[in-house]
């Protein structure tokens, strides 16, 4: 089967591409590069010892794309293009509805052009926006406090209505929660552009000494330590996820949405504790301000995925951390020489 990778040079594509290439798929790597490197491909190609095609162009671009789906027969589409930074999504609203919205809306077209009707696509559990209690399952209410989150669940909706319209479709919805970690390999791992947003790459450029502290955002939360609590979930538990949904698209007869986490919540203070133990690195930190738009406690409950995918996470804490430093040790500049 082909399937095609959207945003597959990407953090959680790359490491998607490594188990699809394992399982026998042949993948076709469509992303224009924008966050990205093409390093990352050369390395996946390294690990799986199989080649990948790379098409460079962007999900906008209908043409590039009609003439992708006429010379390879594509099974299945895995759709993580997209942009991702939420602080950058509040300051240029317009480019990321472009980017993701209408980015999805081509791709969809093109597809359905070429009787191409399977897709999973990358939400995320920021569509729960501020969950009233938690573990959070699949049918709390959602909403958005950002236009990168409401572009997710535009985009959601936007599949939903593509299902009606043509109930043909086979189409699951992913909303993962934390994505950390690093192949064990140490050769792919995440790259965030300049200062990171996430915990993880901050902790571990922290421990590498680019960074002199992580500055916690804010311990006065209504958690055991008083520190935000997320669902962390290693990279590589996420991507088998993927490989689960491709088995069981077939079978699937409405659009299916499906938490991936771990059902499991750790502090940031959990989290700077077990890198710490890892890496054998100290980790400098000062608590500092809520960062805005931040909430208190998020974890999933992974029940449905269970049951409908047979998937659930098997790394823990201490592997995330492991597999993160050793990428980030190995690699201190990322893809970049
Ligand atoms: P990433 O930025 O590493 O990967 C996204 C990839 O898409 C990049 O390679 C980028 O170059 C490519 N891309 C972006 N816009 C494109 C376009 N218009 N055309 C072609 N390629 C394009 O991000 P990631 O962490 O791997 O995330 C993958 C997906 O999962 C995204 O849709 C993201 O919103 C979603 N997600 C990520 C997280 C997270 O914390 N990392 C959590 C939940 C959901
Ligand atoms: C985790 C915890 C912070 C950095 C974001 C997006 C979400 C999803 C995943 C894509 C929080 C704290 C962080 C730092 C800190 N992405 N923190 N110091 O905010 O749960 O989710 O990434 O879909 O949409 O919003 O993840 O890694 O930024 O933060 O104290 O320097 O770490 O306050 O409690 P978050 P995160």
Known sequence: MNILVTGGAGYIGSHTVILLLQAGYRVI??????????ESISRVKKIAGKEIITVEGD??????LRRLFSSHKIDAVIHFAGLKAVGESVEEPLRYYDNNVCGTVALCEVMAEHQCKSIIFSSSATVYGDPHTTPITEDFPTSATNPYGRSKLFIEEILRDLYVSD???KIVLLR???PVGAHPSGLIGEDPNGIPNNLMPFITQTAVGQRSCLSVFGDDYDTPDGT???DYIHVMDLANGHVKALVKLP???KVMTINLGTGTGYSVLDMVKAFEKASGREVPYCIAPRRAGDIAQCYADPGYAKEILGWEAGKGIDEMCADSWRWQEKNPNGYRK
Do not use: H
């Open 59 to 64: 999900i906008r671009d209908k043409v590039q």
């Open 29 to 38: 790597v469509y992303d224009n590069f924008c966050n990205a490197s093409k």
């Open 167 to 169: 109930n043909t479709w």
């Open 251 to 253: 079978e699937f007869n």
């Open 228 to 230: 935000g609590v997320r």
């Open 176 to 178: 993962y929660f934390n």
